[in-house]
């Protein structure tokens, strides 16, 4: 027989470590408390305890323990909705949960990072990060003419958050080694747990989501009938959720693991039960820009991997009570003309989009237009706006696909990828703004991280 792996060989290859204690004393103590006060129906305190405590513990993370207070940051966007839902119920639903500030708390600690560095950010390569936070900047400025201040918290925080973390990671560049396997671990588990509860989701529907959905009115959610509901997961909507699976599943092609398989196989189940059209054709584009990134040997791995996945997700997606469901989904994507939500979303192109290449100033934060990031961008911070914001992503993207290690480093190509299927997503989504946005930004920022730790080793080796 050969040789068995330890316990310590399958923790490594897993991420399951609980390393450093005072970090993770502190967490699994906000899980505690959380989870406690669930239990005793105490959502009404949790809804501003639980917020606070999230802070105090990213706070000690962000300052401590860098690298873990990333991964602490994507499991908060993951997971708050689900926490809000279950203390709801436990007491009562509470409209515009405080709860779900907690994300947009935590990962705002990275204004932080943008504040100390924001007068050398040209020297190290970050001026175009700066350059789309004063198209934010501006946005504010015009919606605090048009709008009353409190409005304005919200959208400002949703256009402002993503740039600052994407920007943070980006600083932390020389950790980059780190980084890669902290989000590699944090994303595999997050695709395995929200992918196995979208299935459970889908099949029973818990409770606490029945109560959610009756309350909140979210049609586009469906029924709240077993087998009926566009799968949401852990998450607040099918939209937001699609499009982290679709990154995440991208980020599965970069990782090494016996979880592996179960994640994927879960994960992209849920991912066609949430039935949205968009995130599937973005992950589509994010597949076909990762194996033209990269070599032929990894090309080659990377055919072998998604034929096994396959192999395990297509007789999953033929059995009932998820065969109807996702076939007449992808049935409607050969038929568009007729399909509801797309002449919407056409109607709305056809009767705005000349409204909105006319805003030179736009109408500020906050006064956005119905699902396409494209159209709202233009209506809240107008061409002056957009030519400082889309100006420095766009030069961001353009030196992300630059470098030569998208062919070599696997996360390189698959966070090159992932920018690709949330940027095809920009015409008919809300892409930029809040967990969507942190999305898409993380990766520009942990991509240009990659392209400046390769490019310091080349000239580190040449001297």
Request: aromatic share 14%.
């Amino acid at each position: 027989m050969g040789k068995q792996p330890s316990v310590s060989n399958i923790s490594q290859q897993t991420g399951f470590q609980l390393q450093p204690k005072q970090a993770w004393a502190a967490i699994l103590g906000l899980v505690l408390f959380t989870t406690v006060g669930i239990v005793a129906g105490a959502g009404k305190i949790l809804n501003f305890l639980c917020p606070m405590g999230a802070l105090a513990v990213g706070a000690l993370l962000y300052f401590r323990y860098p690298v873990l207070y990333v991964s602490f940051s994507w499991w908060l966007w993951f997971l708050s909705p689900l926490i809000r839902r279950l203390a709801d119920f436990r007491s009562s639903y509470t409209e515009s949960s405080p709860m779900l500030l907690a994300p947009y708390l935590v990962a705002g600690l990275t204004v932080i990072t943008l504040w100390k560095h924001l007068s050398t950010a040209h020297r190290q390569g970050g001026l175009p990060f700066v350059l789309s936070f004063l198209g934010v900047i501006y946005g504010l400025l015009i919606g605090l003419v048009t709008s009353k201040p409190v409005a304005l918290a919200e959208p400002f925080l949703a256009w402002l958050i993503p740039v600052t973390f994407g920007f943070h990671l980006f600083m932390n560049w020389r950790e980059y080694p780190s980084y890669r396997q902290n989000i590699q671990r944090t994303f595999l588990w997050g695709v395995l747990i929200m992918g196995i509860y979208g299935i459970v989701q889908f099949v029973s529907l818990p409770e606490w989501d029945r109560l959610w959905l009756d309350n909140s009115g979210l049609a586009s959610a469906g029924t709240s009938e077993n087998g009926e509901v566009r799968v949401w997961s852990t998450m607040n909507s099918g939209e937001p959720f699609a499009a982290y699976m679709a990154g995440g599943l991208l980020l599965l092609f970069s990782c090494q693991s016996p979880l592996l398989l179960p994640a994927s196989v879960s994960g992209f189940l849920s991912f066609f039960l949430s039935t949205v059209r968009s995130a599937w054709l973005g992950w589509f584009a994010g597949a076909i820009a990762l194996a033209a990134f990269l070599k032929q040997s990894l090309q080659i791995r990377l055919i072998a991997v998604v034929a096994i996945i396959a192999l395990c997700v297509i007789p999953l997606t033929t059995m009932e009570p998820f065969s109807e469901k996702i076939s007449n989904r992808i049935e409607s994507l050969s038929n568009i003309e007729e399909d509801r939500s797309a002449t919407v979303r056409r109607d709305m192109y056809d009767s705005l989009l000349g409204v909105a290449l006319s805003k030179f100033v736009g109408d500020g934060l906050g006064n956005g237009v119905g699902d396409s990031g494209f159209l709202s961008m233009f209506f809240q911070i107008g061409w002056f706006g957009v030519i400082f914001y889309m100006g420095g992503m766009i030069l961001l993207v353009l030196r992300l696909f630059q470098g030569s290690e998208g062919s070599f480093d696997l996360f390189a190509a698959a966070a090159r990828a992932i920018v690709v299927s949330c940027l095809v997503r920009l015409p008919v989504n809300g892409v930029i703004g809040g967990g969507s946005g942190v999305l898409l930004w993380g990766f520009i920022g942990i991509g240009i991280a990659a392209n400046k730790y390769y490019k310091h080793q080349r000239l580190a080796n040449r001297s």
